[in-house]
């Protein structure tokens, strides 16, 4: 149960001119409003249900991944847009009560404060939107972009005059929070919380001691020991500032941080006694860093009590009593110290960055770099063999499945027969070398199959195109493995997964992209096969020397086995169901291949740039399904994947539904 807030007259005067100048200005900015644009009797009923509603998302907000979240802001956005001035001032007054009786579960100063700044923040910038006219699609965005960027930074500006006066009547407050805030941004990211993470934490850390505006000059300077009434005045301080902060929603997340940075591990601490997992990790790690800043740092009335090493070994005597031992041990890394030797911790919740992972892991970074440009090369060979068979056998799309056919048998043989491969020899220059002998296939395409000549039913020599796509596949099927197998090298254990993520989003826009390319290309030249090829041997040849350049990217075991990876993969219980669901799919799906081309040339005239352009939507598409999918609680499931199938199937009976499919 949060603390009371203390009565108006415990403030020093600085704070209460603050306090009563904005409850005076809430009630004149509303009055103003009413005069300059009142409520008109047509008015009432929706301002009614707006009201009704911003009450209601007042009481009940909604619980979401970073702690619960109330509608209140963008329905007073609507409000003000509707009926601005009056009508949203009295809304603003009216409809935001939060549970909280005041007198007794809140102070009415702060009941009339939180009101006042509400009513600011919306009455005056809704007046000068209200004064953009002109036609209704264009003003109603930019009025409410406008609305909100104002109302935005109104209540920062509010917000930072509160801290400013903080700050201003206590010399060490403004010192000790710059210091604590440092400090908590440093612990943030040797636990690689993730930089968003980091960031709210060094707001909270700045904002740590803004309750002590609620707290009298006597006490906070008071050069001894504070008596239990004292302690009992100085306790209000995190409800204070938290409830303060509160009342901005951009702040919203670093409240509950501010509320709890007196916790104890133990739960001998305050406002709520909370312990263990239970207080918020930044509360914990704003704990840590205020503590040690406070018998490192000097004060007022006394010089540092204990030099920086001293105050991390003080600090580390109370770990898994008052402090939580992950957060000492982080302050103990920064300070080149070991960590503590303690058991059963709980678990800290990293929250590992694609930046992060690419600024600490250089060598990734150029594998993936490599990856994502021989993913821009792809779709170049696939567009271009497609359109030559397509065209070169009078649009027979049988042809076009015996490509497809050829690919995937390709894939399954050397699967099964090479696939332990990346898992036995040096995968740097199996990766370069087989890159560069892709790259000289593809330069030597055009005269294999005679491009220039292949047109109509007796193109010479387009058949060769289908043992050269068996060769391409066999090959990919060795270095997409054994670029995968090199990661787990080249990253720490922790940033495996994200690191994976990268390289699959890598290259769904890489494919999306070389989709894209080779239909401008197809637009643009008559020899637009030939450099399609040859455009995709300079992908591979580029990728090549990049990797060429990463100092190792392991070489596996000399006892790996190179072939019977499927046998390895079936004995595997839990994967047997994924590998029928998979090859059931694999039969299902790629039977639209085909077709796909054939209804790229039956609904346009450049058929090639048509197919190029479907592939480009089916590649955002599935980015797209991959980012929402990776949502999912239940990503790993048979149900996520029978969800999957369903959906594909759906889509696919529409398409055939449309009229000329």
Known sequence: MPAKLPPFRDFHLPAQLYVGGVILAGVIVTALGWLLHPVTPDQIPTLLYLGIGTQIGALLPIRWKAGMQTVSDPLLVATGLFAPGGGVGIIAWLALFDGRVPGRGLAWWAFFFNRAMGACIHVVPSLLVWQITGPLWW?????????????????YVMTARVLSYANRRDRYTESHSIRVSELAGQLGEQLELGDRECELIRTAGSLHDLGKIGVRDDILNKPGPLTEDEWEIMRRHPDIGADMIAQHSALAEVAPLVRHHHERWDGSGYPAGLTGDVIPFGARILAVADSFDTITGPRL???SLMTPLEGVDDISRRADRWYDPNVVDALREIHSLKPLELANRSQVPRRISSLRVLRANPWFGSLLTAIGISSIGDPLTLVATLVL????TNHDARIVALAFIAQALATIAMSSALGGVADKLPRKPLIVTLELVRAAILVATPVLTQVDKAAGPTGARWWMIIPILF???SINAIVQPARQAAIP????????GKANALVVATTMIAGAAGYALAGAVLSLSQQSLTMLFWADAATFALAALIVLGIPSLGSGMASARVSGALKRTWSIATARPHLVIGTLAAFLIPISFPALLALAYKVAANGGQAYSMLEVVISLGVLAGSIAV????????????????????IFSVAICACRGA
């Open 471 to 473: 060769v391409l596949a």
């Open 301 to 303: 009335y006394r010089q």
């Open 630 to 649: 990776g949502r999912f609680t239940a990503i790993g499931s048979m149900r996520t994947v029978g969800a999957g199938l369903f959906l594909t199937g």
């Open 389 to 392: 068979i397509y065209t070169a």
């Open 139 to 155: 003003t109603l965005p930019v009025r409410a972009i406008l609305y909100v960027m104002m109302t935005v930074s109104l209540n």
């Open 489 to 496: 090298g080249l990253v720490p254990a922790g940033q495996i």
